[in-house]
């Protein structure tokens, strides 16, 4: 058997993003559970993924029969200001990310910090990635918002 060493495949890549979400803490952390589990979606379709929102839990895709996709493990929880996930998320490649969304709150208004950091075999996936990202995170503050009544 033949082995291929390959050089320079190895791969790391960090994204941050923070945003103001005109709703109380609760409702934006709620709204992430919801957004990334059953409401999640592509801008083609919907994606509907489980989000057991526990230490250890697993966040996938179940697409039945026993078929689907491991995205990651809930690494840290702390409702409603903390949420952790390690795992390979999109990426079939020999790869880890680590998920975290931070949340704070002053006079009703939530100050979500997100953080995504992969690395190892990364390819292609980190093309979009961060476009990826931005969609969530923006159906996230308009469903909060709309959530909170504003």
């Known amino acids: 058997m033949a082995a291929t060493v390959k050089e320079g495949v190895l791969e790391a890549f960090e994204i941050v ?47 039945g029969n026993k078929t689907g996709h491991f995205w ?25 990310s680590n998920l975290q969304y931070r949340l704070t709150e002053e006079n009703g208004v939530t100050r979500m910090r997100f953080v995504h950091r992969a690395m190892g075999w990364v390819g292609e996936h980190e093309r979009g990635v961060d476009e990826g990202w931005a969609q969530l995170i923006g159906r996230i503050r308009t469903a909060a918002a709309e959530r909170a009544g504003r």
């Not at 109380?24 to 057991?52: A, H, R, Y």
């Open 17 to 63: 993003k923070e945003e103001e979400i005109a709703a109380p803490i609760d409702i934006v952390f709620e709204t992430i559970l919801e957004q990334m589990g059953p409401l999640n979606s592509t801008p083609e379709k919907p994606m509907p993924m489980v989000l057991e929102a526990w230490p250890g839990g697993r966040w996938y895709r179940d697409l």
């Open 72 to 96: 990651g493990t809930v690494q840290a929880i702390r409702p409603s200001s903390l949420l952790e996930i390690s795992g390979p998320l999109f990426m079939s490649n020999p790869a880890v």
